[in-house]
Structures are given as C-alpha cells and as structure tokens.
C-alpha cells in the first residue's frame, strides 16, 4: 500500500496544509525547541574566559547551595497560591456577576478586560505608583481614613503571608483577571439556561445553583484554566522586578525566575549562564511533572 | 470543464501553498528580527556606517541639539562615515550591557563603565585596538591619566578609548539650606553634620527631606562603596579576593543611613530607588543632600530634570571623621565589538576623538556650552594632564559660568581617588538589598547584612576569572 505512487497524492492532498504548518514549526523550533536543547546542554557545562567545556553537576551543585535557592522556591509557591485564591476566584464570581448582570453588561465587560490591553509593565507601574510609601495612592486614602499605612511592596515583614506579597499579589490579580473574566463568561454563556430554571423551580438558591449547576458546568474550563494559571504564576518575575527591583525588602518577593535572571545577567561580571540554564531547567522539570501529573489526575477522573 | 475545474484547484493549492510558506517565512523574519541589531557594515563603496554613541535623551532639548549638530559636522568633513547614536541618559544598563555581551548584540562601539573590560573580554566581544590608536589618530592620547587608561588596558593590549572620569562627594540643595537657617558654604563632612543638617531640612516639610540615597539598580552597593572608601574601609583586600566591608567602617555606613532614616525620619519612606530619582527630587526642591559626581548637575539636573544651576553646591563625601579617606572613582570608556571591521574601528576613533577628546569640540565645546545655557566650570572631568591638562584649566577659566566658590570644599578635601572593586557590577548588586533592608526595615539586623553580604561576595570572587 505505501507504494510510492500512493505518497504523491496523499503528499499534494496535505501540500497546503504542511506550507501552514511551516511557519508555526519553524517558528517553535528556532525560538522554543532549540532553547530548550539547548538549555539542557548549557546546564551541564562550564564557560571559562570563553571556552565552553562539559562540568557534570556542578551548575546543580551550586544553584541547590544558594542561600536563596529555597527562599525563592518558597518565594514562587507563595505568590502562587495567593495569586490562585485571588487570580481564580476573583475572575470567577466577576464572570458569574457579569452574566447576572441586566444592565451595562457591554460595558462593565469592557471595563473588566481593559487592565488586559496595558502592557504589563506599565500597569505594574501604575501600581508602584499606588503603593509609593510617601505619595502613593493607597497610603493616601488610609491616612485619610484615619487607618494605619503600609510600606506595602517594601514592607520587611517575614511572617506568611508578607505584606510585600499580598502587594505584588494584589496588582497581578488585577492585571490578568481581565481574560479569565471573559473565558468564564463564555463558558457561563453556555450553560444552557433550562439547567438553571429547572433548578429555580425546585427551589434552589444562588449559592445551590452555582455548586450543583455553574461550577459543574464549567469543570472543563475551570480546570484547563487553573492548570495555566498555575504555569504562568510559577514563572512569576516582571511584577515584583517593576514593583520593588526583584528581590524585596529581606528577598522577601525573590522569585525562581528573578533568581534566573540574576544568576544570567545581574551580576555582571560574575555573571553565569550555565547556572542560570541549571536553575532553568529545575524549573522546567518541576512544572513539566506538575503537568503532567494534573493531566493524568484530570484524564482518570473523566473516564 | 473538468480540467479547467482541476486546474483551478490546482492553481489554488499552489497559491494557498505560496501564500502560507510567505505568511511562515514572514512570521520567521518577524520573531527574528526582534533578536538581531541592526547591523552596520562597510561597503564597498568605501562608506562605513558605526554605531551605539551615547547621546543625550531628546527630553535634555539642548544637549540633544548640540550632540546632531556636532553629527551632522563630522558627517560633512567626512562623508564617507555614518554615526549612529543610541538617546538614552543611561547607555550602560549593566544587566543589558551583560546579556547583549552574552549574545553578541552589543553596539559596534558601545559605551561601558570602568570596570566593565573583563566582562567583555570574558565574553570575547572586545576588540584590540592597540594598532589603532596613536598620535595622529588621537592626538591629546599621551595626556589622558592613566588613571583613566588603566581601565581600557589589559596587559600591554589596548580595548577602548575612555571619554569621562568622576569621584564622587556630596551634593546640596543651597536653596533648601538657606531655608532651613543653615549655612549653604558650608556643606556638612561627618556623618553627624549630615544628621543635624538632613534633620533641619526635614522639617521644612512639604515633603521635602533632608538626605536620599539609592538601593536599588546597583546603585545602593555603588554607592556603599563610596561611603565605606569615605570612612577609610574597602570593598575587598588589595588582592580583589575576599570581601572586607564586615568592618567597623562598614557597620558606621550602615548606622548613619539607617539613623538618617528611622531615628531622624530624615529620608523619604520611599526606597528602593535607582539612579535618575534623586536628580528628580533634588530639581524639584525635594531633597537636601545626595551623593554624587558633579556631572550629575550638568548633564541631569538642570539640562533633564530642569534644576536651576545657582541652587546646588558640593561638599566632599560625608565620612565619620570628616575628612574623607578615599572615594569611588569611576567613568565611562567606549569599547569596540569584536565583530567590528578594520574601517568601523578607525572611523568610531575618529569620532570619539572629535566629540569627546578634542578640547573645544563635542563635549569639550565649551564657547557653545555657555552660549547655550548649559552650566560650564565644573571641576570634573579631570581627563587630562601635561600640556593638554594646562590648556584644560585655561579653557575651562575662559568660559566657567558657575560660582565656583559652591564646589570649593568638595574640590579643597582632594579625595584620594580609590577606582573600583573587583567585578564592581556584582558587589554593588549584592550590596543593593543591604542598601534596601537599612532604608526600609527599622528593626534591619546591620551586623547579620554584612555578614551575608560577605559570603556572597566571597563567593562571587572565588568564581571569578576576572578578578
């Protein structure tokens, strides 16, 4: 059956569809695929005075001795479950509001999705601007309230969760709620609306439909979307690099990325690659198991 | 008609093919082109285009305007070069200049710090300029200190051309002296005139405070340096191989700034700032004291951030004997990518030689400088010595603008000029969340900083094959 003769047809049938799928792959290849190689192969080599050579373990070696190694684990893993209790509940009622909602509904959506269309760095400055100790915003309607006011992203507290996290927590949640918000929405949208009726005629509350009908409903999206919010907030660096320089009062908002970062190129000379490309692939490894492990746990549960 | 059907679809395929290979090699050159500099090269023709001179931001309009007129200049008597400049009031972002080094997409000639050489070496992106540079090439070279060689020089093989040169002492707000019923022509030496001064000046109010000082961008363990070299303590050992800032002097730095701050409130609650803030603060009348070069005024504060030349003055660096021990010194030299060709070489030195060491043009155009406003007499840069130095001094009387009788103490303490740390970028990075615990943190454990800072910095200088 795979004759040649068979293959020039299947070939031109599917000619299109390859030429498509060209600029996609080459793409990921060039700027995806080959970093990654690339990344893993660095993490076990040395470059002195520009001679590369193979190290073994020693970028590992040195990224697990850090001081701040764990600090910045335990830095990431805070951010990340403060910025799912806020990032994935936030969106979530907003969108269960907005679909409630009879009125201004366009609107309000817009409004919503508009913190989205800022590029992150200068909502992450708006934000430094709210948080500015002396003149900010947020420190000027506590004093006006006669409440105590905060150094907020330089708070030096230690205590869990930090005062300079819930800040950093604060200003992501409201940059990125904005698309979540409408993916809910969609989904909400869906539900078919007989659910909810047959629901309200057997006498169900709000809080009884959403359990039993909305969260239900939305399971899919629900899941696929804590799955990539997880992803991205374990990547966690431009929001505390704008808000407070990266590291924080007492590393306190010093994340794996930022501790990637500085390991690349904040140190200038002292500057190390293959460390950072160590450090990179730790990432790499602990989220692709994080992953799959979420994919294989939803699958089983599905069958 | 069936053929004429099939060729349709056949023509279509073709097309739809063509079009998504195009719409794919599109987006490749799109993601591409975000990762490439543009890159300059020498035709045949004989024209060379050579880039990354660092020129001043167009919101400075005047300097901006002198730096096109002196391109345009040079473009004309020599036609067959093309200058390329980058606007920015900082060029060498050191992370920046650390990742382009790293990829290979730093300027053909790009602007560095002193200190900056080994790290380019280390990458192999700098180029040897040894054969190129000379009496003819640039003529006042014999008369540059070799304080300022030094740093562009490895072993007996040249790498750059060094444009500026500074030491750093303390700048004032005289308005805000006056004000607060001190004596602006005396600016304060100790750490304890600082307090007393700083303290007064905060009690202006109005937002205004008395000291600033960075911890952030580096420029928190920039300017620790500073301050320990002041109270007579170093970085590290002469050797550049184990940290020494652990030190009774170190400790003294630490406690007058968090002094400053939490016991005198004499510093903004707001920290974590880089360089570029307190110029601001200090145009706006905000702030009393800062550390700092004297080209911080002429080329940020009154050209940028629209100060008022008359208003500032200059001690020498606080220490806590008042006679200041040393001082960082630093400056800025241009470096040459090892890509360059042979023609990009001679023709970046002669640029850099019309603009930036050729008194009476380029930055040393100081007829212009008057003329148009900017603030001229300013004792540094101190680029030159021999001949050239003398006629220096001479030029420099001939248009001085300034009342120079405001810098006096700072120029009268003379400070020893102490160069940089080893890896200095690293050290001022490390010493940057110090710098931010003491400003931020009343209850900051000083002692237990210095001590992790220690250990982080003698493990940068065990690893480092520069220093």
Same mark, same amino acid.
């Given at each position: ?135 900010? !915003?947020?420190?000027?309607? #506590?004093?006006? $309230? ?6 907020? *992203?330089?708070?030096?507290? +230690? %205590? ?118 160590? !450090?990179?692939?730790?990432? #790499?490894?602990? $989220? ?6 979420? *994919?294989?746990?939803?699958? +089983? %549960?599905?069958? | ?467």
């Amino acid at each position: 059956m795979s004759s040649p003769h068979s293959l020039t047809p299947r070939l031109r049938r599917n000619l299109s569809a390859y030429g498509f799928l060209i600029g996609g792959v080459v793409c990921f290849a060039l700027f995806s695929w080959y970093p990654m190689v690339r990344e893993i192969i660095m993490s076990f080599q040395k470059t002195q005075l520009g001679v590369t050579s193979w190290a073994g373990l020693v970028n590992y070696r040195r990224i697990f001795n850090d001081p701040t190694f764990w600090t910045a684990w335990r830095n990431t893993l805070e951010f990340t479950l403060l910025a799912l209790i806020f990032g994935f509940a936030v969106p979530f009622f907003v969108a269960i509001l907005l679909n409630e909602l009879r009125h201004a509904k366009g609107y309000l959506r817009c409004l919503v999705y508009l913190p989205v269309m800022l590029p992150p760095a200068s909502a992450l400055l708006l934000f430094a601007y709210f948080y500015d100790p002396t003149y900010g !915003l947020f420190n000027d309607i #506590l004093h006006t $309230l006669h409440l105590p006011t905060s150094q907020w *992203v330089l708070s030096s507290g +230690t %205590r869990w969760p930090t005062a300079a996290m819930i800040s950093v927590v604060i200003a992501a949640t409201w940059m990125n709620m904005g698309g979540a918000t409408l993916i809910y929405l969609a989904a909400l949208q869906n539900i078919p609306g007989e659910l909810y009726e047959a629901a309200e005629l057997d006498g169900a509350g709000i809080v009884k439909k959403i359990r039993h009908i909305t969260i239900p409903q939305t399971k899919l999206v629900l899941s696929m979307l804590l799955l990539l919010q997880i992803i991205a907030t374990m990547q966690m660096f431009v929001e505390a690099f704008i808000l407070d320089g990266g590291q924080g009062v007492n590393n306190n908002t010093e994340s794996v990325v930022y501790l990637i970062y500085q390991y690349a190129f904040a140190m200038s000379s002292a500057s190390n690659f293959n460390s950072a490309a160590a !450090l990179g692939v730790v990432l #790499l490894v602990v $989220l692709a198991a994080f992953s799959g492990g979420y *994919v294989w746990l939803t699958r +089983t %549960r599905d069958r | 008609m069936h053929r004429r059907l099939h060729g349709r679809a056949g023509y279509r395929k073709v097309a739809g093919v063509t079009v998504a290979a195009a719409l794919g090699l599109a987006a490749v050159a799109a993601c591409s082109s975000s990762s490439t500099t543009s890159a300059s090269t020498a035709s045949d023709t004989g024209h060379v285009t050579v880039g990354g001179f660092c020129a001043p931001p167009s919101s400075s309009p005047v300097p901006y305007r002198e730096w096109n007129e002196d391109v345009a200049t040079f473009e004309k008597a020599n036609p067959n070069i093309t200058i390329q400049s980058i606007y920015s009031a900082q060029c060498d972002v050191p992370a920046t200049l650390t990742a382009q080094l790293a990829a290979g997409t730093e300027p053909d000639v790009y602007e560095t710090y002193f200190g900056d050489l080994n790290q380019a070496l280390d990458a192999g992106q700098a180029a040897d300029i040894t054969q190129y540079v000379n009496s003819t090439t640039v003529p006042v070279w014999k008369d540059i200190v070799p304080s300022a060689i030094a740093p562009v020089t490895a072993g007996k093989t040249l790498y750059g051309i060094p444009i500026f040169n500074y030491t750093q002492g303390l700048v004032i707000n005289r308005q805000l002296f006056t004000q607060a019923g001190l004596n602006p022509n005396t600016p304060p030496t100790t750490w304890a005139q600082v307090e007393t001064d700083a303290t007064a000046i905060t009690k202006l109010g109005n937002g205004i405070y008395g000291y600033g000082d960075y911890s952030a961008d580096n420029n928190g363990g920039w300017h620790f340096t500073s301050e320990l070299d002041a109270n007579g303590g170093a970085m590290t050992n002469a050797a550049g191989t184990t940290a020494s800032f652990d030190t009774t002097q170190g400790m003294q730095v630490l406690d007058a700034l968090h002094t400053l701050r939490f016991t005198d409130k004499a510093m903004s609650p707001t920290e974590a700032l880089g360089w570029g803030t307190l110029q601001k603060q200090m145009a706006a009348g905000k702030l009393g004291m800062y550390i700092a070069a004297p080209d911080d005024i002429y080329q940020v504060i009154v050209p940028i951030d629209g100060g008022n030349v008359n208003d500032y003055g200059m001690g020498p660096l606080p220490s806590v004997s008042g006679t200041p021990a040393g001082t960082l010194s630093g400056g800025d030299a241009y470096l040459f990518a090892k890509r360059d060709t042979p023609a990009q070489i001679e023709a970046g030195i002669k640029w850099i030689n019309f603009q930036d060491l050729t008194l009476g043009q380029g930055q040393y155009n100081l007829a212009r400088n008057k003329a148009d406003g900017i603030p001229v007499g300013f004792y540094e840069p101190q680029m030159f010595q021999g001949a050239t130095g003398t006629a220096y001094t001479a030029l420099l009387n001939k248009y001085t603008t300034i009342n120079e009788s405001y810098y006096s103490t700072f120029v009268n303490a003379n400070e020893t000029p102490d160069g940089q740390p080893a890896d200095d970028q690293a050290l001022y990075k490390t010493l940057d969340p110090v710098m931010l615990a003491v400003l931020t943190n009343p209850n900051a454990n000083m002692s237990q900083l210095l001590k992790g800072a220690t250990s982080a910095v003698n493990e940068i200088l065990a690893n480092s094959s520069g220093g």
